[in-house]
């Protein structure tokens, strides 16, 4: 009998799509998606199955309202063997320890500066965190000038609908890459310098493996592909003060600045809060996972949030508890937030480091600072893709605080 396309069911169900039909289906769930068959999987043994090259290919597996707004065409996601090895090392070369304490001193110096004008004021915290983000990503990529956190936002809100949120992520896109190519070709010819090292720098220099530089659109795909999720960390932000609110003692511990309790909370705020929904690509051949027959050219979906409340792998899942980190690190395999596997051969994201470093370097931060939150709705609806607070959490700031740490 032929599946009917869930393409609805999705766009209703939000983040709880894939997990609940995968519990109901008692194991892997097989579909339609967007008019392709396509078959749901989570489990670290999933992760390994589905980020082996032999058996899941991202080639045509990305929907192009997704790279219109999201990538970017012609961006990493989307390449597969060696090609994508070799961008890939390129991400990994930029976001290793090094890079990741300079763009966190970037951000730390940013928050500063804006903090500092925030007493007697009702602050917007998602706003004002995009803000900060993209000045310290900007100065730290080698971009002139910052680009607005507005457009950077809307390619990640908008990617997952086709209503207007959409419609502006496209606008905002086009803006942003053709600003950048701009600037990636004065770099190549000399008419503008980009600092050594910088994500600018690089990219423009950057050779694909048959020794061509990156066309300009695309190596503006690719700047954008470090900015803006970086920017996109505002949305883990907001949900720190979430967090923060909803059980003040993290907020105390967090004051307190012991470094391993900072790391287990920014984990348990990646693992607990929905963010990716999940990832997919297609079957390079006929497969088959626990029993259910994945044929060739359909989709296979790793249900990333699923994984992270599943209980086969964590106690009380609902629960935010980041004392399940302290005492053991994070397995490679099982928390998948940002997807799983080793980041230089396959398509994990490349940014964990990132993002795990100007989490540890903001929360401390806001912990410290003095805010309550006035009357607002602080509800996240797991309907909305991506989800968020729907107040985007309004901090009111006294007339003293005690913004700085460290
Ligand atoms: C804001 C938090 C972030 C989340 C939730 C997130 C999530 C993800 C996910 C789910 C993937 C796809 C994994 C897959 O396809 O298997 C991914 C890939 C990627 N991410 Fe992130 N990411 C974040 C931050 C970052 C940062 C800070 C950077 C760079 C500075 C970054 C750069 C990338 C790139 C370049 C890829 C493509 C990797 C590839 O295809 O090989 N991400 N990310």
């Known amino acids: 009998m032929p599946r009917l396309d869930n393409s609805l069911p999705l766009a209703l169900d939000g983040y709880a799509w894939l997990p609940e039909r995968r519990r109901r289906a008692g194991g892997p769930f097989a579909t339609r998606l967007a008019g392709l068959p396509a078959t749901g999987i989570a489990g670290p043994d999933a992760v390994r199955f589905f980020y082996d090259e032999e058996h899941v290919l991202r080639h045509g597996a990305i929907p192009e309202p997704v790279q219109g707004t999201l990538f970017g065409h012609g961006a990493v996601h989307t390449l597969d063997g060696d090609a994508h090895r070799h961008r890939k090392a390129m991400f990994l070369s930029l976001l290793g320890p090094d890079g990741v304490a300079a763009l966190a001193e970037e951000t730390a110096a940013a928050w500063d500066r804006a903090a500092a004008g925030w007493a007697r004021r009702e602050i917007v915290l998602f706003d004002e965190a995009s803000r900060v983000l993209a000045e310290a990503v900007c100065r730290w990529a080698g971009v002139d000038g910052t680009l607005p956190a507005a457009d950077l936002v809307a390619l990640v809100d908008g990617f997952a609908t086709l209503g207007p949120r959409h419609w502006r992520a496209r606008r ?13 070709g ?5 008419t503008a310098v980009a600092p050594a090292g910088s994500a600018v720098a690089v990219i423009a220099a950057h050779r694909d493996l048959n020794g061509a530089p990156l066309p300009p659109r695309t190596a503006a795909v690719e700047v954008l592909n470090v900015i803006r999720p970086t920017v996109a960390v505002c949305w883990f932000v907001a949900y720190t003060a979430h967090a923060m609110h909803l059980w003040p003692h993290t907020r105390r511990r967090l004051r307190a600045g012991d470094p391993a309790y900072v790391e287990a909370f920014v984990h348990e705020t990646r693992r607990f ?10 079957a390079a051949r006929d497969l088959t996972w626990r029993g259910t027959r994945i044929p060739a050219g359909s989709m296979v979906l790793l249900d990333l949030y699923g994984q992270n409340h599943d209980r086969m792998l964590w106690e009380e899942p609902y629960q935010f508890r980041p004392e399940r980190f302290l005492t053991l690190p994070p397995g490679r395999d099982d928390l998948v937030p940002q997807g799983g596997g080793n980041p230089a051969t396959g398509h994990r994201c490349p940014g964990e480091g990132v993002t795990v470093g100007l989490l540890g370097t903001l929360a ?6 003095d805010w309550t939150l006035p009357p607002q709705d602080l509800t996240i609806s797991l309907r909305r893709i991506p989800a968020r607070p729907r107040s985007g959490v309004v901090l009111a700031v006294p007339a003293v605080d005690r913004a700085m740490v460290g």
Not at 172 to 184: S, Y
Not at 186 to 190: H, I, K, Q, S
Not at 273 to 282: E, K, L, Q
């Open 186 to 190: 004065e770099v190549r010819d000399g």
């Open 273 to 282: 809060y929905p963010f990716a929904p999940f990832v997919g690509g297609r």
């Open 172 to 184: 905002a896109r086009g803006r942003l890459e053709r600003r950048l190519a701009g600037l990636i």
């Open 364 to 369: 401390p931060r806001l912990a410290a600072l």
